[in-house]
């Protein structure tokens, strides 16, 4: 292993450990820049997985309490996205995957920069446990089909009004689940190697630390400023996935 790929793989860990930790999404979008220049496409995104589940189940454990009060709450999200999972597979048969994405990113960058920019977040109050659902259907579809599993979930958790544990209670879980199951997809196609195994020992522990300083910020900001930090979140991610889908950076 080289000088070059040694740093790429820590600054990729740190990168997507420190914003999983402080926003409980986003790893993949903010490490895949760093790992794409040293590993073909199938390993870094294997190698972003891991990262996030497992840098991700740090954050499960300070919201461990949430998650116990709400669990049908949870459960209303998690189910349909395993279901809409292999449909976005299949879809890959007749959707363009990088259309997709650019769509996608389209959405978050007008989302997320028309609402950072005024002074009264969106709320909707009341329960809606059927629109929960469909939210989680089609996270699992675009989750399928171009990885985007965090984008709706996040964009409609972020007009909820829930406290910011109450709303980390239900992105965190439903990332690392739908994540996971990505994993063992990928493990059954044989995109993880001796090789992958030697990079995950670097970049795990520089997420895992990182991770551990996003979460100290997240305990440091109240339940406003993490549900605008949410939308910057959703400019931000979908500038890059426009970028990265567009020009390849």
Do not use: C
């Not at 279901?83 to 879809?91: E, Q």
């Not at 579809?141 to 599993?149: D, E, H, K, P, V």
């Not at 939308?231 to 950076?249: A, N």
């Amino acid at each position: 292993m080289t000088g070059e790929i040694l740093i790429y793989l820590v600054l990729a860990g740190l990168a997507g450990g420190f914003i999983n930790g402080l926003a409980g999404f986003g790893t993949a979008l903010f490490a895949l820049g760093f790992l794409l220049q040293i590993l073909p496409p199938v390993q870094a995104v294997g190698l972003v997985l891991v990262l996030s589940v497992f840098s991700g189940l740090q954050g499960l454990w300070i919201v461990r309490q949430q998650i116990f009060e709400h669990p049908r709450r949870l459960l209303r999200f998690i189910l349909p996205a395993v279901i809409g999972i292999p449909v976005g597979v299949s879809s890959l048969s007749f959707i363009d995957a990088e259309l997709l994405k650019i769509f996608i990113g389209l959405f978050m960058l007008f989302y997320g920069g028309f609402f950072a920019l005024r002074a009264n977040l969106p709320t909707l109050s009341g329960s809606a446990p059927m629109t929960d659902r469909l939210v989680g259907l089609i996270g699992g579809i675009l989750g399928g089909a171009a990885g985007l599993s965090g984008a709706i979930i996040t964009v409609w958790l972020s007009m909820r009004p829930y406290s910011k544990n109450e709303t980390r209670a239900v992105l965190q879980p439903f990332n690392v689940s739908v994540l996971g199951l990505s994993i063992i997809m990928l493990a059954l196609n044989g995109a993880y190697s001796l090789a992958s195994l030697v990079h995950l020992a670097v970049i795990m522990p520089a997420g895992l630390v990182a991770a551990q300083i996003g979460i100290w910020l997240f305990k440091r900001l109240e339940t406003p400023q993490f549900r605008r930090l949410l939308i910057i979140m959703m400019f931000v991610s979908g500038l890059i996935l426009i970028l990265r889908s567009l020009f390849g950076v």
